[in-house]
């Protein structure tokens, strides 16, 4: 089965926080993105809220109870107290858990698992007893994979930036498609599912797809809103779709 598609909603709602006005409608935009095929909608509520607000989490999460139960929600953060307490509130299908410094304008490395794993296990048992898959940012090191499944965690997000990154430089796109390959292989050999985002295109979905065959969910936000720009929100999700393999 190819990759589903989650929509990040972050993009669109650091455009609408610009003017004290409720557009564009991040709920809005979320359901247009659904209805055109997405699986699931992605959401990263910084302490700052200078992307995603707090009080849109439980819109988000009545729009896909209400209108799309076969969705998902899926929330991204760095495992504070106030992000815990925010998830098991809202309730998401899966979490997944960056290492983010609260000042980073995006996320932008895995988590170190050997030297975190007492702490990052503790918060996955935390999630899995309020019944939430936990998916862990990665870098593409295979030789933090085991780490990584000691935690009890379900999967783990490639990071993809530098693939992502290498756009106008074949060559090199083709040596950091293999890191994410290997990593991912690694990780389905020791039982964990594979995610994967970050700098992803209609334009580089396809070999990360015939690459990494086994992979479960691409979450995708900047590209895609800024496609959505040009084509609109609906022929955006289907295009993404269709580079995913459906």
């Not at 756009?167 to 796109?173: E, P, Q, S, T, V």
């Not at 498609?177 to 580089?204: F, S, W």
């Not at 086994?214 to 720009?229: K, M, N, W, Y």
């Amino acid at each position: 089965m190819p990759a589903k598609l989650s929509v990040n909603l972050n993009a669109i709602a650091m455009l609408r926080n610009r003017r004290d006005l409720p557009w564009p409608s991040v709920t809005g935009l979320g359901r247009i993105a659904l209805a055109a095929g997405a699986h699931g909608l992605t959401v990263h509520p910084r302490p700052d809220q200078r992307h995603v607000r707090f009080s849109d989490l439980p819109e988000i999460r009545a729009l896909i109870d209400d209108e799309f139960p076969q969705a998902e929600f899926n929330i991204e953060g760095y495992p504070t107290e106030e992000f815990l307490a925010l998830v098991e509130r809202a309730e998401p299908e899966q979490v997944t858990l960056v290492p983010d410094d609260p000042s980073q304008p995006t996320s932008d490395h895995g988590w170190d698992f050997v030297a975190e794993q007492d702490f990052l296990s503790g918060v996955v048992r935390r999630l899995k007893k309020g019944g939430m898959r936990v998916s862990l940012f990665s870098d593409p090191d295979p030789a933090g994979v085991a780490a990584a499944r000691a935690t009890g965690a379900d999967r783990i997000e490639l990071y993809t930036g530098p693939y992502g990154a290498a756009y106008d430089a074949a060559g090199k796109a083709g040596k950091e498609l293999e890191l994410l390959g290997k990593a991912a292989d690694a990780a389905a050999a020791a039982g964990l599912g594979v995610n994967a985002g970050h700098d992803l295109t209609v334009a580089n979905l396809p070999a990360l797809a015939r690459r990494l065959p086994r992979l479960a969910e691409v979450s995708i936000g900047h590209g895609l809103t800024a496609d959505a720009l040009e084509y609109g929100m609906a022929a955006t999700v289907r295009r993404f779709l269709a580079a995913c393999g459906w």
